[in-house]
């Protein structure tokens, strides 16, 4: 790419550049994050299911949808397949009898640990080429854009 070509396009600030640059990075990063999970020899429904349990503890199923965007049909098919490997049970919920409470097994516990290892290092490796400053610049600014795109 030649200088001129540089400079033309460091000079589009326009929010459909913003959008074209910020698309290509994420379907970049979503194949990486794809092969990690992927190389963890589970599914991208139940690595998220696992990933929220694991940091967030034991939660309702339809929480776990709304909060990993699934609908209430995907994360009950997650789940039917996480439980069938032994790596979730469904309890019931303390004081809605129609709740049922999902909860991580020691067995899936371990998968969980295991699986968000090699995606966090995955993850890692792909974000190197930019500083921790630079990283918490980007997160405080895609956050600050997603807010003011809601609106």
Do not use: Y
């Not at 516990?109 to 968000?116: L, P, R, S």
Request: hydrophobic residues 40%.
């Amino acid at each position: 790419m030649g200088k001129a070509e540089t400079q033309k396009e460091a000079a589009d600030v326009s929010g459909t550049h913003l959008w074209l640059v910020m698309m290509k990075a994420f379907r970049t990063l979503e194949r990486v994050a794809t092969r990690s999970i992927e190389s963890a020899e589970v599914g991208l429904s139940d690595f998220a299911v696992l990933e929220m349990l694991l940091h967030k503890g034991p939660q309702p199923v339809n929480e776990i949808g709304r909060r990993i965007e699934l609908t209430s049909g995907a994360i009950t098919t997650a789940v039917d397949r996480l439980e069938s490997r032994r790596l979730v049970t469904r309890e019931a919920h303390e004081s809605d009898r129609r709740a049922r409470i999902v909860c991580l097994t020691a067995r899936g516990k371990e998968e969980a640990v295991k699986a968000f290892a090699i995606h966090r290092t995955a993850m890692d490796v792909a974000a190197s080429g930019l500083s921790k400053s630079e990283r918490a610049t980007l997160i405080q600014l895609l956050k600050k854009l997603g807010t003011s795109a809601e609106r």
